[in-house]
C-alpha cells in the first residue's frame, strides 16, 4: 500500500494473515476514515466517548400525568422476566450477520430442544466474508431463539437462550 492510499483488499487480507501468524490476540488499524478492529476471540467492551447533546425544544403539551407515565415502566420488568424464563442468553460476540446453518440450505447447528454444551457450535457469525464460529458458553437445552437466520446482528445482542442443565 502506497503513502496517502486507501487500503485494498488485499492490504486487509495481508494484515488478517500476519495477525494470524502473531502472537497477538487483537489488533486496531486505522487508515484516515476506515477503522479496522480483529480479534483472535470476543473483542473487549468498546469505550463511548462522551457526547454532547444538542439543544433539544420544550414540548408545547403538557406532560402526562404520574400515574401514565410509570405505567410504560412496568413493562421493561415484565420483558426481563419473560426473557429470564427463557434461559441463559448467548449472545453476539461480534457485529455482523448470523447464521443458523453453515451454508444455505444446511440443517442448523442447533434447533430448539437441543441439548448442547459449552463447547457447541450454535451458529456462526459473517464479518466481511469472514465465517466466526459461536459457542454456547453454557451446557443445557436450546429454549428458543432470539436472531433470524441471516440477521443483522450488534455486539452483546441475544441471539438464542439456553436453559442450563441442573447442577
Known amino acids: 500500500m502506497t503513502e496517502n492510499s486507501r487500503p485494498s483488499w488485499d492490504d486487509l487480507v495481508q494484515l488478517i494473515t500476519e495477525l494470524d501468524g502473531s502472537d497477538f490476540d487483537n489488533v486496531a488499524v486505522e487508515y484516515d476514515d476506515i477503522s479496522v478492529r480483529m480479534s483472535r476471540g470476543a473483542l473487549p467492551e468498546p469505550t463511548i466517548a462522551p457526547v454532547t447533546p444538542a439543544a433539544v425544544p420544550q414540548p408545547t403539551t403538557p406532560a402526562p400525568p ?10 421493561p420488568a415484565a420483558e426481563s422476566a419473560t426473557m429470564a424464563s427463557r434461559g441463559t442468553p448467548v449472545t453476539s460476540p ?10 444455505p440450505g444446511a440443517l442448523p447447528f442447533v434447533t430448539e430442544g437441543d441439548s448442547v454444551t459449552a463447547e457447541t457450535t450454535i451458529g456462526i457469525i459473517e ?6 464460529p459461536v459457542q454456547a458458553g453454557v ?16 455486539f452483546g445482542e441475544d441471539l438464542l437462550y439456553i436453559t442450563p442443565e441442573d447442577s
Do not use: H, I
Open 127 to 132: 464479518v466481511m466474508k469472514l465465517m466466526n
Open 94 to 103: 461480534m457485529v455482523g450477520f448470523f447464521y443458523r446453518s453453515p451454508s
Open 66 to 75: 404520574p400515574a401514565a407515565a410509570a405505567a410504560p415502566a412496568a413493562e
Open 139 to 154: 451446557a443445557g437445552t436450546v429454549s428458543g431463539f432470539a436472531a433470524e437466520d441471516g440477521q443483522a446482528v450488534e
